[in-house]
């Protein structure tokens, strides 16, 4: 196991998704992430790393409705993910690390789910998240993102038709 922090372990980070349930992961986010891509890695925030045909590594922020290039290989992944500037940005792992502290642990096929995502002006803050299904949080944030995809800045969204 890799420490991170004073009391959190990298497996802390991550959770293993349902291999038969993978194309289910990302259904809802074809619109962004297209037809050829696999996933690489699940945050336990339920962002997902996905690998394409050229094996590079774009990182889906599920809250924000990002889709980014972030490595350019799995060898170079492998090297951010020991970069705690990385490790912060990608997996927020202070708030990880304040969860525990809580004692709010999520269980197999679980993540924390944002209540109201950042798009919406969700805070990354304890209150705002709780464990729920992988499948279902991945679900709902790409029903979300698709609804105010094409949203100028600064756009008033009423969470009612967001199903917050």
């Not at 394409?52 to 290989?73: E, M, Q, Y």
């Amino acid at each position: 196991m890799h420490q991170i922090g004073s009391s959190i372990e990298w497996e802390d980070l991550y959770v293993r998704f349902p291999e038969d349930r993978k194309n289910d992961l990302l259904a809802e986010w074809r619109w962004l992430v297209g037809e050829n891509v696999q996933i690489y890695m699940v945050s336990s925030l339920g962002d997902l790393f996905l690998e394409d045909a050229k094996h590079r590594i774009h990182w889906l922020d599920t809250s924000r409705g990002h889709f980014n290039p972030i490595a350019r290989s799995s060898g170079e992944m492998a090297k951010k993910l020991m970069d705690l500037e990385y490790l912060h940005e990608w997996f927020v792992h202070d708030l990880i690390l304040e969860f525990h502290r809580m004692g709010k642990k999520i269980g197999p096929g679980q993540v924390y789910g944002c209540k109201i995502p950042a798009v919406c002006g969700g805070a990354y803050v304890p209150e705002n998240f709780r464990p729920v299904d992988l499948v279902e949080h991945m679900a709902r944030m790409g029903r979300i993102q698709r609804k105010v995809a094409d949203l100028q800045e600064g756009a008033t969204i009423d969470p009612a038709v967001l199903e917050l």
